[in-house]
């Protein structure tokens, strides 16, 4: 599989391809350099100290076993730097958009800590290479920066915890600098394909051991890093860790960026569609109950709540046939995996027929939960929560979908078969 692929490289005793042609890349407007000789395994030597990198490196480097890991090698001089961050964060805060309503109460604090983060030369490396070649992800990790350490300070935090905050948001994606940039989920996660998704789902744990084997930060940042796509309810990624499993940092972390995907995932269907708002946000993280901690849900929530009303861009007369439509989708996907159950026999296919109905089962709760689902006439100021909501599950039916495909793994063409007719129902709703 193309993700053991990646694994093996994130050992690190070999050159990253995607990695290094990120780094080479900014090496045409930074100065990147060597901070020592890079030596292979057996001794030779493959560049000086001092020496900028080129295209010549990367020949060099190829297929090499290295002896030190090449990210603790190389310097950016004029790279990423704690002044540099706080003005790309007062860059975020004078932007708008439905962020700074949350962030602004807390800006001043964010900027002066900020301005104080200790930037190991690793990470400061793959963001100097993320801000001059990958922008969209540079601007998200700041942006998870800044509402990590917003949370924080609204839950109380002290500097250090502060200060841990604002570096989990920071660098919590440095691990898809080791994938192929088709697949990063800051410009596709909810389009993804499930042999893109393949690819998606290893960078948590690649920026987990990038942090706790290059680094001296904290066993938590790393181990947050590693949680940030895990669900309190066992339903996340890579490791489907349930409630005490998931380190208080990492379900911080893992609410703020669920809440910057939904936010993101509204942008990127275009205007007139939908609209980005934390209103969006919260309905994310409040979709399937027990999916994150309430404790970190707070801020965003109160923020929403102080938003202006969003007009949707459905009528009211249209909302009872979306939550029809809604309700129905819901129902035969619960029917094709009830169905499909009992006939399921060869583990792997058993195993992620049950997760499905696992998942399902979740969903099915928040949207009882949500109180929309009542064939009574829904108030036409509801219509912008029925759209999100819709939205949401759409996501969600293609989360489930990808999520059973892993599980299974490879199948016998029956069973693979089988599987994907209960594909095919969680995706009817996108269509």
Not at 400 to 410: D, F, N, P, V
Request: charge should be negative; proline fraction near 5%; include cysteine.
């Amino acid at each position: 599989m193309a993700n053991a692929a990646v694994l093996r490289s994130a050992s690190f005793s070999v050159a990253n391809q995607h990695a290094l042609a990120t780094i080479l890349e900014a090496s045409q407007t930074k100065s990147i350099i060597a901070s020592r000789d890079i030596f292979d395994i057996s001794g030779i030597k493959l560049w000086a100290r001092d020496q900028p990198v080129s295209s010549a490196l990367q020949r060099r480097l190829l297929d090499r076993q290295l002896r030190n890991p090449l990210e603790s090698c190389l310097l950016a001089e004029d790279g990423v730097s704690p002044h540099t961050l706080v003005q790309a964060a007062e860059v975020q805060l004078e932007r708008g958009g439905p962020l700074v309503a949350l962030l602004k109460p807390h800006a001043a604090r964010l900027l002066k800590e900020t301005g104080h983060l200790p930037l190991h030369s690793v990470p400061q490396l793959l963001l100097t290479a993320a801000q001059a070649s990958r922008p969209e992800a540079f601007t998200h990790a700041v942006q998870a920066m800044l509402l990590c350490g917003a949370m924080m300070d609204r839950h109380g935090g002290g500097v250090a915890e502060l200060r841990l905050a604002l570096l989990a948001g920071l660098l919590h994606d440095l691990g898809e600098m080791y994938i192929d940039p088709r697949y990063g989920e800051a410009e596709a996660d909810r389009e993804l394909d499930f042999v893109s998704y393949q690819q998606l789902v290893v960078h948590p744990h690649v920026g987990h051991l990038l942090i706790a084997q290059l680094t001296n930060y904290p066993g938590a940042l790393s181990r947050a890093i590693a949680e940030h796509h895990e669900r309190l309810d066992g339903s996340g990624y890579p490791h489907s860790l349930q409630r005490d499993e998931v380190s208080p940092l990492g379900r911080m972390l893992a609410v703020a960026e669920a809440a910057l995907g939904s936010l993101r995932g509204a942008a990127a269907a275009g205007a007139g569609e939908q609209v980005p708002t934390l209103a969006r946000a919260s309905v994310a993280l409040r979709a399937v109950p027990g999916e994150f901690d309430l404790n970190w849900i707070g801020a965003i929530e109160a923020a929403a709540r102080a938003e202006p009303p969003h007009r949707s861009r459905i009528t009211s007369a249209d909302v009872q046939a979306r939550l029809t439509r809604l309700d129905d989708a819901l129902r035969a996907a619960e029917a094709k995996a009830a169905e499909l159950a009992p006939r399921a026999e060869a583990p792997p296919l058993k195993n992620a027929v049950a997760l499905v109905r696992h998942l399902l089962g979740r969903l099915r709760l928040g949207w009882n939960a949500s109180g929309l689902w009542s064939a009574s006439a829904v108030p036409v100021r509801d219509a912008a929560e029925v759209e999100a909501i819709e939205d949401e599950l759409i996501f969600r039916l293609r989360g489930i979908e990808r999520a059973a495909l892993l599980r299974a793994g490879e199948l016998a063409p029956g069973d693979a078969g089988r599987l994907e007719q209960l594909c095919l129902s969680l995706r009817a709703m996108a269509e």
